[in-house]
């Protein structure tokens, strides 16, 4: 028999699950009971019963598949579960018991193994309330965390008389994964390894989180950052492939080039898919990328194409249907902040740093914008002596300087003699309160992208279980493209001061605290929520001050009897909903920030439906 008689051999069926995919990012999530029949070449699913096969609902070219593994019983609560990635999608298929779950795995893998495009690593969890539920990831498109092909040992040594050998010292996590730097980078300490955007890499050894060791295509060793690569492959490492980024962000981004034809491809969350966006004559056309019944992306009907890359090359030489052709992506910004300035780096030497002016004076000590080794833009906070528990302090700073999030500002190190300096990462648009009180009447959908990055940033915190303990608009701050970074997250603890941390204290800041914190000092991450609903409110209302005229036993009566912040003016009742729910009097029936996440984003589906897409 030749090997065309044998592509549409059934090789197995069987009636399973399918988790709807969640390409439409918006939708509701269920699950479909569908005849999932493997053939040699694809993987397709109907309607029906094995019996009787209804009409076909999809398929996944087996050619495609980077991955088939089982996933945690918890990532959806549901047992049996396997995954299956393909392109940029992931099919769930859930199993009725184990012994299927393993078969299929088996049987779809054995179908890939000759897969040029098989990853080393997967993510065991699944991508829920904006991070991996495995490794709490929240980049979406970060590497697996997880091998794919375990070299265990069988049960039968386990018997056997010879001791095991012993483990690898370093864990190997990511080990020999292929690279490609997304912005170059300029080695800081001596083991650093220096490089341009676009440079490969193989990584030897993952230390940590942040950095790894990698070998360069010129046999160069050294370490890397971890947050400056991308597994090669994926989109991730194009030009023109900007992610998550929102509709109204992607036009001003393409309107300060002011060049014609400059285009760039982000994910559009009305759909899933996604979106090109495209500037002609000074405005900003947006097109989606739509899928074929072959599965090709197409954005004229008559132009289709296996891959993206391959629509915008096309693309690029003639206009197929667009208002112009693709010139170039927008210059890139800015690189983002390194953890640490250097590998394993943290206390800085002072005489590294160059002051510049003073940007503001606060509860701490001054804040003064500054560069270090005379490059590295940074901001500088200077702890008034005495002003804080210095030792304890430090301590607890190591811990902090590993926090790594698009959404929290990133802490480079400090300098630990007395004055403390603590060198964070300078954050361009200054303070959020500020920024609210000058720019009234933003938006809506800027405000609600503000207080989605807080979620984020927050819904990171919580994962680590951390607690922020003064979360509020005056301790975040605005950077380019708008994002908001919230700082200061933890710094309370090690105030001297009783005035600030005591309850009863005249600077405690009373009108973010929840009931049990003002009652009891009990802070966990529903005081945070709780602080987070006022900052909503701060947000909302274009910065006023919460309980306006109030003074601290006012605010702490009115709170008691059971009454709430009033809904701002232009605020929409969803939103205000969630803010109420934030203030819930028992912390145990408010929101996690996880939950706050999923209810902004469907909201944002209904209400502002433009202002994601
Ligand atoms: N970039 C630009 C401006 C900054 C920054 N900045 C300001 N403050 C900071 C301005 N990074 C100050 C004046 C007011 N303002 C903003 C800033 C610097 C460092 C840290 C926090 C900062 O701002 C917070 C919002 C107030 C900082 O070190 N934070 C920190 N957080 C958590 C843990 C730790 C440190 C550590 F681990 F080190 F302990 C304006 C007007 C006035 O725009």
């Not at 947006?286 to 197409?298: G, L, T």
């Not at 303070?431 to 207080?451: G, P, Y």
Request: net charge neutral.
């Amino acid at each position: 028999m030749s090997y065309f008689d044998n592509a549409d051999k059934e090789l197995k069926v069987d009636s399973m699950f399918k988790r709807s995919q969640g390409k439409k990012k918006l939708s509701t999530i269920n699950y479909k009971e569908r005849v999932f029949v493997l053939t040699p070449k694809q993987l397709q699913y109907y309607e029906g019963t094995p019996q009787k096969r209804g009409k076909m609902k999809g398929t996944v070219d087996l050619i495609k598949v980077k991955v088939v593994e089982a996933v945690d019983d918890n990532a959806f609560d549901k047992q049996y579960c396997f995954q299956v990635v393909y392109q940029e999608y992931t099919l769930y298929i859930i199993a009725n018991n184990e012994e299927q779950q393993s078969e299929w795995i088996y049987a779809i893998q054995e179908e890939c193994r000759k897969n040029k495009t098989l990853l080393s690593y997967y993510h065991p969890g699944a991508f829920i309330g904006n991070q991996w539920t495995c490794c709490h990831n929240t980049d979406k498109q970060a590497m697996g965390c997880q091998k794919t092909f375990v070299n265990t040992v069988s049960n039968s040594q386990v018997f056997l008389d010879k001791p095991l050998p012993p483990l690898p010292p370093t864990p190997l996590e990511n080990e020999g994964l292929n690279v490609v730097a997304l912005y170059s980078f300029q080695g800081i300490e001596s083991g650093d390894l220096s490089f341009s955007k676009g440079d490969e890499f193989t990584i030897l050894i993952s230390e940590g989180e942040h950095w790894c060791l990698a070998r360069d295509r010129n046999g160069q060793k050294g370490y890397i950052p971890v947050n400056y690569v991308r597994e090669k492959g994926g989109l991730d490492t194009e030009c023109w492939y900007f992610g998550d980024i929102m509709r109204h962000v992607a036009e001003d981004k393409l309107i300060k080039e002011q060049k014609e034809g400059t285009f760039l491809v982000r994910n559009s969350s009305k759909d899933g898919l996604m979106t090109l966006s495209l500037l002609h004559a000074g405005v900003v056309k947006h097109y989606h990328i739509k899928q074929d019944e072959n599965k090709f992306y197409k954005i004229s009907p008559r132009h289709c194409f296996p891959t993206i890359p391959e629509l915008i090359e096309y693309h690029k030489l003639n206009s197929g249907g667009l208002v112009t052709r693709l010139r170039q992506p927008p210059s890139s910004d800015t690189n983002p902040p390194t953890v640490g300035l250097g590998h394993g780096k943290w206390e800085i030497d002072r005489s590294e740093i160059n002051l510049g002016h003073e940007i503001g004076n606060g509860q701490f000590g001054r804040v003064c914008k500054g560069w270090w080794r005379g490059t590295t833009e940074v901001a500088v906070k200077m702890m008034k002596p005495n002003s804080m528990s210095e030792d304890d302090f430090i301590e607890e700073a190591k811990v902090m300087q590993h926090f790594h999030h698009p959404n929290l500002v990133q802490l480079y190190g400090v300098c630990s003699q007395t004055p403390i300096y603590i060198i964070t990462e300078f954050v361009p648009n200054g303070c959020l309160l500020t920024f609210l009180r000058k720019q009234r009447s933003q938006k809506l959908s800027v405000l609600c992208e503000i207080v989605f990055h807080v979620a984020s940033a927050m819904a990171y915190l919580e994962s680590k279980n951390f607690i922020h303990r003064d979360l509020a608009a005056r301790n975040c701050l605005v950077g380019m493209n708008l994002v908001v970074k919230v700082c200061d997250f933890g710094l309370s603890r090690f105030v001297i001061d009783d005035e600030y941390t005591a309850s009863e204290g005249t600077k405690f800041p009373i009108k973010w605290a929840a009931p049990e914190v003002i009652m009891y000092n009990r802070f966990s991450s529903k005081s945070d929520i709780w602080a987070y609903g006022i900052l909503m409110w701060e947000v909302f209302s274009g910065g006023m001050s919460p309980y306006a005229s109030y003074g601290n036993p006012q605010v702490v009566s009115y709170i008691m009897s059971g009454k709430r912040l009033k809904k701002p003016e232009s605020c929409r009742s969803g939103i205000y909903t969630i803010m109420k729910d934030c203030w819930l009097e028992c912390p145990d029936h408010r929101p996690s920030f996880g939950i706050v996440i999923r209810r902004l984003k469907s909201l944002l589906g209904e209400d502002y439906a433009d202002a994601f897409d």
